[in-house]
């Protein structure tokens, strides 16, 4: 029986995984190249290079603006046609105990793309709800921490999703999210046809992460994700 990788190989393949498959299927036109390396406070960290200075969701700046300096730095590793943009990152102690992680999916909060030329995507079905004239632009953000001196049950999950730009909008979720499941539910949720599925063909699922949600976070409405 061959011994399992550790967590940061598996993540590092699933990244590269998604990847390829979002190229492959027209969805995506742009990347940064994900690598492991050695991250602050002696972190093993799996990440693109933009990182060190990439603008925080955090900030107290309009979406708008946020977006704007993200896209003139580069500061995603996939970036979808109609001008979304993907973000990972995950931070280790060592090669299998993951500390940190965030997943961001940020849209493109004017769509220029398509008002400038619509009909370039108008016959193309994963994109009929996001120029949608009743959507509305939300950002989203998967995180992971489990330092003990920022979970505080229900109010700060290990794990959670969060919102729009809401501070404290923190959704428990079980487990730290993996690229696969991330970019699944972001396909599922934003990219789907009427009659049509965006994932058929997505590569399989390669890492299971610890459970993390605590008796009373499962009794409230939470994310439920795969998990040991």
Same mark, same amino acid.
């Given at each position: +029986?061959?011994?399992?990788? #550790?967590?940061? &190989? !598996?993540?590092?393949?699933?990244? @590269?995984?998604?990847?390829?498959? *979002?190229?492959?299927?027209?969805?995506?036109?742009?990347?940064?190249?994900?690598?492991?390396?050695?991250?602050?406070?002696?972190?093993?960290?799996?990440?693109?290079?933009?990182?060190?200075?990439?603008?925080? +969701?955090?900030?107290?700046? #309009?979406?708008? &603006? !946020?977006?704007?300096?993200?896209? @003139?730095?580069?500061?995603?590793? *996939?970036?979808?046609?109609?001008?979304?943009?993907?973000?990972?990152?995950?931070?280790?102690?060592?090669?299998?105990?993951?500390?940190?992680?965030?997943?961001?999916?940020?849209?493109?909060?004017?769509?220029?793309?398509?008002?400038?030329? #619509?009909?370039?995507? !108008?016959?193309?079905?994963?994109?009929?709800?996001?120029?949608?004239?009743?959507?509305?632009?939300?950002?989203?953000?998967?995180?992971?921490?489990?330092?003990?001196?920022?979970?505080?049950?229900?109010?700060?999950?290990?794990?959670?999703?969060?919102?729009?730009?809401?501070?404290?909008?923190?959704?428990?979720?079980?487990?730290?999210?993996?690229?696969?499941?991330?970019?699944?539910?972001?396909?599922?949720?934003?990219?789907?046809?009427?009659?049509?599925?965006?994932?058929?063909?997505?590569?399989?699922?390669?890492?299971?992460?610890?459970?993390?949600?605590?008796?009373?976070?499962?009794?409230?409405?939470?994310?439920?994700?795969?998990?040991?």
């Amino acid at each position: +029986m061959s011994k399992r990788k #550790p967590a940061v &190989e !598996l993540l590092k393949k699933e990244i @590269e995984d998604v990847t390829v498959f *979002l190229v492959g299927k027209g969805l995506v036109d742009d990347q940064n190249l994900v690598a492991r390396r050695p991250g602050m406070n002696g972190y093993v960290a799996l990440e693109a290079n933009y990182w060190a200075d990439a603008p925080r +969701m955090q900030e107290k700046i #309009p979406y708008s &603006e !946020l977006y704007a300096r993200l896209a @003139e730095s580069r500061a995603y590793d *996939l970036k979808f046609l109609d001008g979304a943009f993907v973000q990972f990152r995950f931070l280790f102690r060592d090669a299998d105990t993951l500390a940190k992680s965030e997943l961001r999916f940020l849209p493109s909060p004017t769509l220029v793309t398509f008002q400038e030329d #619509p009909e370039l995507y !108008l016959h193309d079905e994963p994109y009929g709800d996001v120029i949608d004239k009743r959507a509305v632009t939300v950002p989203l953000r998967f995180d992971y921490d489990d330092s003990e001196d920022v979970v505080k049950e229900v109010l700060h999950p290990v794990s959670h999703l969060t919102l729009g730009q809401y501070p404290n909008c923190r959704i428990a979720a079980s487990a730290a999210i993996t690229p696969y499941h991330f970019i699944e539910f972001v396909l599922r949720s934003f990219y789907r046809g009427k009659t049509t599925l965006p994932t058929d063909g997505l590569p399989a699922a390669r890492a299971v992460m610890p459970q993390t949600i605590t008796d009373g976070e499962r009794a409230l409405v939470h994310i439920s994700l795969p998990c040991n």
